[in-house]
């Protein structure tokens, strides 16, 4: 029972909580003044990212690889084709401005946006051109100048009423992919594109190799953009991080001396890029040496680091980095360039010419998966609810007396040690074993177009006014050293070309069949002060990401061109082998897919309305209105309170283990307070009953039996994983798609309870 002075202190929390003014939802905010007369932080920020506009693209043209959205006749709509391969209209791109401007503006902090801001060179009838990639960027300047551009007395926009911070996309350059060592003219060219965004004191770092940092809340909160591409695979300009002569080793040495400097000044860290440090069963998106330094970096500066966000892979994740994988040489210091081993022609690529398919996006979270299954596994409940059902579903009671014992909290020695060795394998009570990437979707429509506001915690920050960027100059002035770049070089593609060429020959020049590497020392940067308390990343505190809310725009009904199967009809007996996407059992997408659910491993998609190729859906367009929805919300997910590394720790584990498993595992019991009350503190993380129950008669109507096997049991995955795969597809796939693709082939082996087939 609560005592007096307990229960005074309760209810004054709920009053204050309840009286305080809340944070506004999308679309009804007001303006709140700080003392200094600029408003209020209000503890969001907005994250976009993959616009890639094409000025070439014609609604109702082909969504075939040859036509690409830019001519004949076909389902492309007006605001996009959705699950294609196609890139964004413009009209996609001013109506999700127009929207941001009309909803959100003003209930944001600064705006993250992770490149990919120029269309995909997919067309060779409309090769891109230099001078098409830059001025595809100075368009995305300008509508974000539309949105949050500070309008001087008439005379158009300066400076922006809060920070935007962006970064290269792989295809922001030419050839794609392929970004020498800086400076280069595209550091400089984009110097002057970004003239707003990037502050004075960076503009030095950034023409050196496109990186920078912005002080979205000055003394308090740094966002580090980092140029990816000099870590990306499939960037063959460069090599690594280990080489100190590389541009990413250099990259690296920087982000160091940033993060230590921000430590110094009691500071916070976001880190944004591009390509994601995707690591999972030998696929990878960085290079091994780069990974290896970004993890070493991410663990020694966990104090400082908050989240880190990321684009291009178009699926919606996570990805957790697990310090344990960090190699001895990286540990001392040294490191030599990793070596670089060829996948076999029968395998499943992460990146097909620097791009994730659906076919190496859905190998790939099912290797996700894979991984997350062996994560470890808590302590079994000590006290479970002593309940259970017989062969004709009866329950079976115990006793009065074993029902009484079952109420009385206790644990036994060996519980509190098992509990004590579970946090040792995961870091601690906090998790500091691991951090957690967060990948967004795009808003070219791979699947939907999407946007993400994350939510972090601003106590004591609440009457802290919101940054501005200063007002660059309209031009740059030029270091000496700067190289002598006029708009004129951007004209001569083919000459530019046959220079990148040259320079990638020189680098690979005389290294085949070298087999000893030179190690290079680096600098291993000191850890938290034993002294100090985890960081925003693991705790909660000021500056702890909060919640996001992941928004979409479901295209299909937007367009309003097709008229999708009615539920009644997707679930009759008669259409069991039908979906909604195609109408066909052998496709997803336009990709076919196997008895096993192997989907066909094409670049292009054709997309769901692939059936409508050479007519026009309607004589002119009439698209419903535009509007972005929430398709879901972290706050609505049970057991993420907030969004702490250790909530996706046990959220990944969820996704990887068998449904079977869920009443096992001692997962009830709050995370961070050890006294909580373990029902209270329940954390399921999806609470979605429709989600599952239409889960659930898509697997009754096309499941198949399977016979009873001596060496293991066959079980249904997780809910968590259902969702999961619907989440990262961004709705697009319906549950009887999620089980074609992804039963026959999903199998995960628990070493330690003897083998197990676990199948949707």
Same mark, same amino acid.
């Given at each position: 029972?609560?005592?007096?002075?307990?229960?005074?202190?309760?209810?004054?929390?709920?009053?204050?909580?309840?009286?305080?003014?809340?944070?506004?939802?999308?679309?009804?905010?007001?303006?709140?003044?700080?003392?200094?007369?600029?408003?209020?932080?209000?503890?969001?920020?907005?994250?976009?990212?993959?616009?890639?506009?094409?000025?070439?693209?014609?609604?109702?043209?082909?969504?075939?690889?040859?036509?690409?959205?830019?001519?004949?006749?076909?389902?492309?709509?007006?605001?996009?084709?959705?699950?294609?391969?196609?890139?964004?209209?413009?009209?996609?791109?001013?109506?999700?401005?127009?929207?941001?401007?009309?909803?959100?503006?003003?209930?944001?902090?600064?705006?993250?946006?992770?490149?990919?801001?120029?269309?995909?060179?997919?067309?060779?009838?409309?090769?891109?051109?230099?001078?098409?990639?830059?001025?595809?960027?100075?368009?995305?300047?300008?509508?974000?100048?539309?949105?949050?551009?500070?309008?001087?007395?008439?005379?158009?926009?300066?400076?922006?009423?809060?920070?935007?911070?962006?970064?290269?996309?792989?295809?922001?350059?030419?050839?794609?992919?392929?970004?020498?060592?800086?400076?280069?003219?595209?550091?400089?060219?984009?110097?002057?594109?970004?003239?707003?965004?990037?502050?004075?004191?960076?503009?030095?770092?950034?023409?050196?190799?496109?990186?920078?940092?912005?002080?979205?809340?000055?003394?308090?909160?740094?966002?580090?953009?980092?140029?990816?591409?000099?870590?990306?695979?499939?960037?063959?300009?460069?090599?690594?991080?280990?080489?100190?002569?590389?541009?990413?080793?250099?990259?690296?040495?920087?982000?160091?001396?940033?993060?230590?400097?921000?430590?110094?000044?009691?500071?916070?860290?976001?880190?944004?890029?591009?390509?994601?440090?995707?690591?999972?069963?030998?696929?990878?998106?960085?290079? @091994?040496?780069?990974?290896?330094?970004?993890?070493?970096?991410?663990?020694?500066?966990?104090?400082?680091?908050?989240?880190?966000?990321?684009?291009?892979?178009?699926?919606?994740?996570?990805?957790?980095?697990?310090? @344990?994988?960090?190699?001895?040489?990286?540990?001392?210091?040294?490191?030599?360039?990793?070596?670089?081993?060829?996948?076999?022609?029968?395998?499943?690529?992460?990146?097909?010419?620097?791009?994730?398919?659906?076919?190496?996006?859905?190998?790939?979270?099912?290797?996700?998966?894979?991984?997350?299954?062996?994560?470890?596994?808590?302590?079994?409940?000590?006290?479970?609810?002593?309940?259970?059902?017989?062969?004709?579903?009866?329950?079976?009671?115990?006793?009065?007396?074993?029902?009484?014992?079952?109420?009385?909290?206790?644990?036994?020695?060996?519980?509190?040690?098992?509990?004590?060795?579970?946090?040792?394998?995961?870091?601690?009570?906090?998790?500091?074993?691991?951090?957690?990437?967060?990948?967004?979707?795009?808003?070219?429509?791979?699947?939907?177009?999407?946007?993400?506001?994350?939510?972090?915690?601003?106590?004591?920050?609440?009457?802290?006014?919101?940054?501005?960027?200063?007002?660059?100059?309209?031009?740059?002035?030029?270091?000496?050293?700067?190289?002598?770049?006029?708009?004129?070089?951007?004209?001569?593609?083919?000459?530019?070309?046959?220079?990148?060429?040259?320079?990638?020959?020189?680098?690979?020049?005389?290294?085949?069949?070298?087999?000893?590497?030179?190690?290079?020392?680096?600098?291993?940067?000191?850890?938290?002060?034993?002294?100090?308390?985890?960081?925003?990343?693991?705790?909660?505190?000021?500056?702890?990401?909060?919640?996001?809310?992941?928004?979409?725009?479901?295209?299909?009904?937007?367009?309003?061109?097709?008229?999708?199967?009615?539920?009644?009809?997707?679930?009759?007996?008669?259409?069991?082998?039908?979906?909604?996407?195609?109408?066909?059992?052998?496709?997803?997408?336009?990709?076919?897919?196997?008895?096993?659910?192997?989907?066909?491993?094409?670049?292009?998609?054709?997309?769901?309305?692939?059936?409508?190729?050479?007519?026009?859906?309607?004589?002119?367009?009439?698209?419903? @209105?535009?509007?972005?929805?929430?398709?879901?919300?972290?706050?609505?997910?049970?057991?993420?309170?907030?969004?702490?590394?250790?909530?996706?720790?046990?959220?990944?584990?969820?996704?990887?283990?068998?449904?079977?498993?869920?009443?096992?595992?001692?997962?009830?019991?709050?995370?961070?307070?050890?006294?909580?009350?373990?029902?209270?503190?329940?954390?399921?993380?999806?609470?979605?009953?429709?989600?599952?129950?239409?889960?659930?008669?898509?697997?009754?109507?096309?499941?198949?039996?399977?016979?009873?096997?001596?060496?293991?049991?066959?079980?249904?995955?997780?809910?968590?994983?259902?969702?999961?795969?619907?989440?990262?597809?961004?709705?697009?796939?319906?549950?009887?798609?999620?089980?074609?693709?992804?039963?026959?082939?999903?199998?995960?082996?628990?070493?330690?309870?003897?083998?197990?087939?676990?199948?949707?």
């Amino acid at each position: 029972m609560l005592r007096m002075r307990d229960a005074l202190i309760c209810g004054l929390l709920l009053w204050a909580s309840a009286t305080a003014a809340p944070p506004n939802a999308a679309g009804g905010a007001g303006r709140s003044s700080a003392a200094n007369g600029r408003r209020r932080l209000t503890g969001r920020f907005l994250h976009v990212t993959d616009f890639h506009p094409d000025p070439f693209y014609k609604t109702y043209s082909s969504t075939a690889e040859d036509a690409a959205c830019h001519r004949d006749h076909g389902p492309s709509g007006i605001y996009g084709a959705e699950t294609t391969g196609c890139d964004s209209p413009f009209a996609l791109v001013n109506q999700t401005f127009k929207w941001i401007k009309d909803n959100i503006k003003d209930d944001i902090d600064f705006v993250i946006w992770t490149g990919d801001s120029a269309r995909h060179d997919n067309d060779d009838e409309l090769p891109r051109t230099q001078k098409q990639v830059i001025q595809q960027n100075e368009y995305m300047v300008s509508k974000f100048a539309e949105v949050f551009g500070q309008d001087h007395h008439g005379h158009g926009t300066g400076g922006f009423a809060i920070p935007v911070v962006p970064t290269f996309g792989n295809n922001d350059i030419m050839p794609h992919n392929i970004f020498t060592s800086g400076p280069n003219r595209w550091t400089i060219k984009y110097l002057d594109i970004w003239r707003s965004f990037i502050p004075e004191a960076q503009r030095h770092q950034f023409q050196q190799g496109g990186w920078f940092s912005v002080e979205v809340i000055p003394g308090k909160l740094a966002v580090i953009s980092l140029n990816t591409l000099y870590f990306f695979t499939s960037n063959s300009a460069v090599d690594g991080c280990a080489n100190k002569h590389e541009p990413g080793y250099e990259h690296m040495e920087w982000l160091r001396i940033q993060l230590d400097i921000l430590r110094d000044r009691g500071m916070k860290a976001i880190l944004l890029g591009h390509v994601p440090p995707a690591r999972v069963d030998s696929k990878e998106s960085w290079d @091994e040496t780069c990974w290896q330094k970004y993890a070493l970096f991410g663990r020694q500066f966990r104090d400082v680091i908050v989240g880190s966000v990321y684009g291009h892979m178009n699926i919606d994740h996570f990805i957790l980095q697990d310090f @344990e994988h960090i190699g001895k040489d990286a540990e001392k210091g040294r490191m030599a360039s990793a070596a670089h081993s060829s996948a076999s022609e029968s395998a499943v690529r992460l990146l097909e010419d620097g791009e994730v398919t659906v076919a190496s996006a859905s190998d790939y979270l099912l290797n996700l998966r894979e991984a997350w299954a062996q994560l470890p596994v808590p302590p079994a409940k000590s006290n479970k609810k002593s309940r259970s059902k017989g062969v004709n579903g009866e329950e079976y009671k115990d006793s009065v007396w074993d029902w009484l014992v079952s109420k009385v909290p206790h644990r036994s020695k060996d519980g509190k040690e098992a509990k004590k060795k579970y946090l040792e394998k995961i870091g601690g009570r906090f998790a500091e074993r691991y951090a957690v990437t967060h990948v967004a979707p795009s808003v070219v429509p791979n699947y939907f177009p999407t946007l993400r506001i994350i939510e972090y915690n601003i106590t004591g920050l609440e009457n802290v006014g919101v940054a501005s960027s200063t007002n660059s100059p309209p031009t740059i002035n030029a270091p000496a050293q700067q190289l002598l770049i006029t708009d004129t070089d951007y004209l001569d593609d083919e000459a530019y070309l046959r220079d990148v060429e040259t320079t990638i020959r020189r680098k690979h020049k005389g290294k085949k069949g070298k087999k000893k590497q030179k190690k290079y020392k680096f600098k291993v940067p000191e850890g938290p002060s034993k002294s100090s308390p985890p960081g925003p990343a693991y705790s909660p505190q000021s500056l702890t990401w909060t919640r996001y809310v992941q928004y979409f725009a479901n295209l299909t009904h937007i367009n309003n061109d097709f008229v999708e199967p009615p539920p009644d009809l997707v679930d009759s007996d008669a259409v069991q082998s039908t979906s909604v996407n195609e109408i066909s059992a052998v496709t997803i997408f336009g990709f076919g897919v196997s008895p096993d659910g192997k989907i066909e491993n094409k670049k292009w998609n054709e997309g769901k309305h692939k059936k409508h190729q050479g007519k026009r859906p309607r004589p002119e367009p009439h698209p419903n @209105e535009f509007i972005f929805e929430v398709e879901y919300d972290t706050k609505e997910d049970k057991g993420f309170a907030d969004l702490t590394v250790r909530r996706w720790i046990e959220y990944a584990r969820k996704i990887g283990r068998t449904g079977s498993k869920a009443a096992d595992i001692e997962d009830s019991e709050d995370i961070y307070d050890e006294d909580q009350d373990f029902e209270e503190q329940e954390t399921t993380f999806n609470d979605d009953t429709d989600e599952q129950d239409d889960y659930d008669v898509a697997l009754r109507k096309g499941g198949k039996k399977h016979k009873k096997g001596k060496k293991g049991k066959h079980r249904k995955a997780s809910k968590e994983w259902f969702t999961f795969v619907k989440r990262a597809f961004v709705a697009t796939m319906d549950p009887r798609e999620i089980k074609q693709l992804f039963s026959s082939a999903s199998t995960v082996k628990q070493v330690e309870e003897g083998q197990e087939i676990i199948e949707l």
